[in-house]
């Protein structure tokens, strides 16, 4: 699939997520990110290029510009290997080879892919599996239920669930290969990801030299080091879910990460109602009960993980899921018509309160615990 497909499929529509976060290097603004230079230290911004199927942006702070600018493209270097490896609108991919042939025969892939697929085992053990890679039977379905407008017919879903659970998935260390247990058993890296690979070229990053920097991915963000200006933090900007020229609020982040799930603009429009594009791995049906979820947490492929993970599990169950892992925080939105934002005790060390941002609901309330 082209690159300019892809994009109008998963960037450019009203209906997918152009980005769930707005980021301020220098002052928070509608779109991207403006990096301050300060006396010591020099930074360099890629601008938007695409990367993943979306958008990504890069700032790099060095001790020169050069260095900086280095930074840059290792990272974007490293997040288009991984997309190489992990992307199912490649043919030719690894992942496309797993989940044509797994069932056939165990498929080697490499360290990352393996990698990645231990993790996300380890979380789908962790959240009762509510955050599964094996969903994509079921992603499948509803994505066509998103070009017809009709909803899955219930015969399918049962069969779709039938191939899905982490638990069907062999990996196999030793050799370093991948096997389903059950033919039609397909994976989809859409919740871990991304994630996944800002957190690789993080590391590409630091490697060529970055004393800080910032990466979002499709609005998956991840921030390490100082700015290059006086401040401590980083400064990135929650969107509101119902008013896309607004922000929710502003997190002053540092050596930390975040990502959002959010139906309020990647849904399927069926008979005047929006379904999810989230889906509930055991159920086979849309997870509809919150349209937002932003989770604070050390690496950005927890981040990406559990905002699927508690958008499945619900307000109830996530905030207890959330609550019981450390350095982890979330923000959550509810659907329907209601100013309310719920979230963790532990996000007030990181809501940035001097900025003059028009906030739609309270932020202080801890809703429903």
Known sequence: MSVERRISRISLTKRYMYSALIIAAAAVAAFGIRALRGPRM?????????????????????ADSKTARACVEA????????????????????????????????????????????????????????????????????RKAEE???????????????KVGFEKLILEARSQTVRFEVDGMRLDLGGIAKGY????????????????GLIDVGGDVRCFGPPADDRESWLVGLQNPTADDRLLL???LRDMAVATSGSYRRFAEIDGKKYSHVINPAAGSTADELISVSIVARTATAADALATAV??????????LIDSLAETEAFLVPAGETDELIHTEGVRQYVDTSQPVPVYSTASKVAGR
């Open 75 to 142: 990272a974007f270097s490293r997040l288009e290997r991984v997309d190489e490896v992990m992307s199912d609108y490649k043919a030719d991919s690894q992942l496309s080879q797993i989940n044509r042939d797994a069932f056939k025969e165990p498929i080697p892939v490499d360290d990352d892919l393996f990698k990645v697929l231990e993790i996300a085992v380890e979380y789908s053990r962790q959240t009762g599996g509510a955050f599964d890679v094996t969903v994509g039977p079921e992603v499948e379905l509803w």
């Open 42 to 62: 020099k930074t360099a911004n890629s601008g938007y290029r695409v990367v993943m199927g979306t958008f990504a942006n890069i700032t790099a702070v060095a």
């Open 311 to 320: 958008s499945v599990l619900g307000r109830g169950k996530g905030l207890e």
């Open 197 to 212: 690979a800002i957190d690789l070229a993080v590391e590409a990053m630091q490697r060529a030299g970055a004393i800080g």
């Open 148 to 162: 017809t407008h009709a909803l899955p017919p219930e015969a399918e879903l049962a069969q779709a669930r039938s």
């Open 250 to 252: 502003v997190l002053k």
